[in-house]
């Protein structure tokens, strides 16, 4: 079949990537859509299992990092497009090991960028897009949103990295012509994502009446985003967004952590016949996370002046179907958290609680 678009997405067996893929795949039946994933702890198949055997999808098993199996990846596709979601997503985990996060999240996007300059011997039509996060900006005090016009100030190994590949983004740009644009969003939530993350996490932990460490006060703030409405704002800004430009993402949703685990654990208790608010009492305040960004917040006026988006899902209700699909996929749930899981989630908190 000859497809109008071949469009490579990276990351497309994770959290977020996987619902990009999905849409893209239902979406554009004329658009062959490409996913690479080296299938890290993060990357999951069993997320897509519903699309796999769509005639315009196509997976491919590699390493961002691996230069030749880049370079031969967009020979045998000759992309039209990229979507850049593959990352080293997870902070505590960068406060571990940042050299994981030096490696795939600057260097693999250098090389994907480099593919993506020798290969498209002319611009036109083409778009290098790079997913990244509000976490660039830093920490916000008590008011205040991030603007596109904000200032990088990253505090942790991963948000560093992620600033870092930003601006070898913008310099291909400056520097080529590269048509590329760029988006940062706030936190994510809903299916598939890891259980590192607070919410499956702890959606998981009040299920197994296991404990919810709460780093610091919980005093935290974050602004958070249903993850199919991140999803369609990445297909906005990769058909609609102008090169050189960056959008903000973010679900006009704030929360201190701890009114939302509050009320996380009333819905899990409800979804699970148990007496509302019961779970509240696994609730622990454990030592807190190094460099702990105060407060996120998103302005999203850009991309919905210029591109007409807009969240679609208000938090409450996002919450509760979050919460329904991890108790009704319980046999996801095991098959994520079986394996090393463990051993994992005991090394992280054994020097928390
Ligand atoms: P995730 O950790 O769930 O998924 C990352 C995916 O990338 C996995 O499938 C993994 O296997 C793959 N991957 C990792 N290293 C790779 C490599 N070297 N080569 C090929 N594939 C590799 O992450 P996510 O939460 O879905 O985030 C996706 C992107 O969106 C990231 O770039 C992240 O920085 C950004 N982002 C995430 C959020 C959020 O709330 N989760 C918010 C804003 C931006
Ligand atoms: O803002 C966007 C970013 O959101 C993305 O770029 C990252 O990839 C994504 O991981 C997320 O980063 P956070 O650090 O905000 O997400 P996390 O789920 O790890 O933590 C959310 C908040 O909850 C944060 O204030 C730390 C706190 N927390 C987290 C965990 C895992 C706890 O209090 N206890 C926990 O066990």
Redesign the pocket.
Known sequence: MAFEKSILVTGGAGFIGSHVIRLLVNKYSTYRIVNLDLLTYAGNLENLSDIESADNYTFEKGDIVDTDFINLLFEKYAFDGVIHLAAE????RSIEDPMAFIKTNILGTVNLLNAARNSWKDFGGKRFYHVS???VYGSLGETGLFTEKTPYDPRSPYSSSKASSDHIVRAYYHTYGLPIVISN???NYGPNQFP???LP?FINNIKLEKQL???GD?K?T?DWLWVMDHATAIDVIYHDGKNGETYNIGGNNEWQ?IDLIDVLCDIVDEELGREKGSSKKLIHFVKD?PG?DKR?AIDATKIKNELGWEPSIKSEEGLRLTVQWYLRNAEWMENVTSGSYQKYYDKMYAHRI
């Not at 997503?89 to 505590?92: M, T």
């Open positions: 997503s997870h902070v505590d996060t509000d976490e969003c706030s936190n590192e993350k607070l996490l460490p709460v780093y919980g935290y974050r952590n996370r702990h996120y």
